[in-house]
C-alpha cells in the first residue's frame, strides 16, 4: 500500500502564516534601527523569493517544451501504427511491436512531464503568494517609520579629532535612511550608510580596501549646517586612537544657473 503523500497545500499555509508573523510587528519595533533592520531583512527574503519564481518561471518553460516534444512523438508514433494497421502502409508485425512500445514510452514521458507541470505550477503560485505578503510587509514598517526633511543631503567638511584629519562626506538622505561616500586625508575613501532621527545621526564607514572600518554618532545642530558627534574605530592600528569626536561643515549649495 502506498503512503499518502503530504499536501502541499499545507506546507504552503504554515510557510506563508511563518512570514506574516516575522520579523515582529511594527508595533512591536520601537525604534527606527529596528524598523530599518527589519524592513532589510524583508527585502533580503524578497529578492530571494523573486530569484526563485525566476528559477520556477525557467523550469516550467523547459518542462512545458519537453511536454510537448513528447505529444508530438505520440502523435507521430500512432500515426504510424494507424498507417500499418488500416494497410495505408506496409504492416510489419514485429515493427508494430515497436512502434506499441515507443508508444508507451512516449506517453508515460508526457504523463511524468505534466505531473512535474503540475508541481511547478504550484511552486510559483506560492511564491507570488510569498512576493506579496513581503511586499505588504515592507509597505506597512515602512509607513511606520517617522518622517525627516532630507536637510542632510549635500557635501560636509569634516574634521577627525584628536588626530585632526581632514576629509569630505557626500551624503544623500532618503527620509532617514542616509547612503553617501567619503574620502580622507591618506587616500581613504569607501562608502557611508546609515540612519537619521530625531536630528540625530549614525554613520557606518565602509571602506574601499578594509571593510567596515568605523562608526559614527553625532547631532545635527538647529541651523542644520554643523554635525558633531563621537565616532569609534573598528580597525586597530598601533598608536592610533581607536575613539574621538568629529564635526562636519556643510557646504553651501551651489546656485542655480
Known sequence: MRRPRPRRGAAALLALACLASAPAVAQDLK???????????????????????????????????????????VARIYEDLDAMVEGR????????????????????????????????????REAHQRIEILG?????????????????????????????????FTLRQSGTLLV????????????????FVDGKLLLHRIDSKLGRSSDLEGTLAPDGKTIRGNWQNFILSGGQPTAGSWIARKRPDRPES
Open 136 to 168: 505588504d510587509r515592507i509597505a506597512r514598517l515602512r509607513k511606520t517609520l517617522p518622517s525627516d526633511t532630507e536637510s542632510l543631503t549635500g557635501i560636509w567638511d569634516v574634521t577627525y579629532m584628536p588626530s585632526g584629519d581632514k576629509g569630505v
Open 89 to 124: 502502409a506496409e504492416p510489419d508485425p514485429e515493427l508494430i511491436l515497436v512502434r506499441e512500445e515507443e508508444a508507451l514510452r512516449a506517453e508515460q514521458e508526457v504523463e511524468a512531464l505534466a505531473r512535474i507541470g503540475r508541481q511547478i505550477r504550484e511552486d510559483i
Open 180 to 195: 553617501g561616500e567619503y574620502s580622507l586625508e591618506g587616500g581613504w575613501k569607501g562608502s557611508l550608510q546609515g540612519t
Open 31 to 73: 525604534r527606527p534601527e529596528e524598523q530599518l533592520a527589519a524592513i532589510y531583512s524583508l527585502k533580503v527574503q524578497l529578492e530571494i523569493e523573486q530569484r526563485r519564481l525566476d528559477e520556477a518561471l525557467q523550469r516550467y518553460s523547459e518542462r512545458a517544451r519537453a511536454r510537448e516534444e513528447a505529444r508530438h512523438r
